[in-house]
């Protein structure tokens, strides 16, 4: 009997390597929301260091100019901290976009790979049942052969 071919063979094969890829384009995606992530918490510590500075200058002598520098900087931060903010979240958003894109591929691929199991095991009847013919074809013959010698 010819060997088990499956049909859908470089369909699964594309998805497999869809799924390759996916997985690849999610790591990236979770890398680059981690590295935001990264970037508004050193934002944040930042804040805390200008505003503990305030804090400081105003426990021992005034120096103005050290204040005033503080004071106009914590505008500047809470803006950059809003922009990393919304860059955050969208890094976010290709994280799950990307994490969906995973999960179809996944399910296709795997719905590929039951329709394959499904072939093989019909295959495997198939050739244990032509096997079983052989063998009860071989032993007729035999039977056959006992009882009329020629």
């Not at 200008?50 to 505008?75: M, Y």
């Not at 996944?106 to 019909?122: D, F, G, Q, S």
């Not at 244990?128 to 063998?135: D, G």
């Amino acid at each position: 009997m010819k060997p088990f071919n499956f049909r859908l063979q470089s369909a699964l094969d594309i998805k497999l390597r869809q799924e390759e890829l996916a997985r690849e384009a999610l790591q990236r995606a979770i890398s680059s929301y981690k590295n935001s992530v990264e970037v508004l918490n050193s934002f944040y510590k930042r804040m805390e260091w200008v505003q503990e500075q305030v804090r400081r200058s105003q426990e021992k002598t005034v120096n103005l100019e050290e204040v005033k520098r503080c004071q106009d900087f914590i505008p500047v931060l809470i803006q950059k901290i809003e922009i990393q903010k919304a860059e955050v979240e969208e890094r976010r958003s290709e994280v799950d976009r990307v994490r969906t894109q995973l999960i179809a591929v996944m399910r296709e691929r795997k719905v590929l790979e039951k329709i394959k199991a499904r072939y093989y095991h019909r295959y495997i009847r198939e050739v244990l049942l032509e096997e079983q013919k052989l063998i009860d074809e071989m032993a007729t013959n035999r039977f056959i052969l006992k009882d009329n010698p020629i």
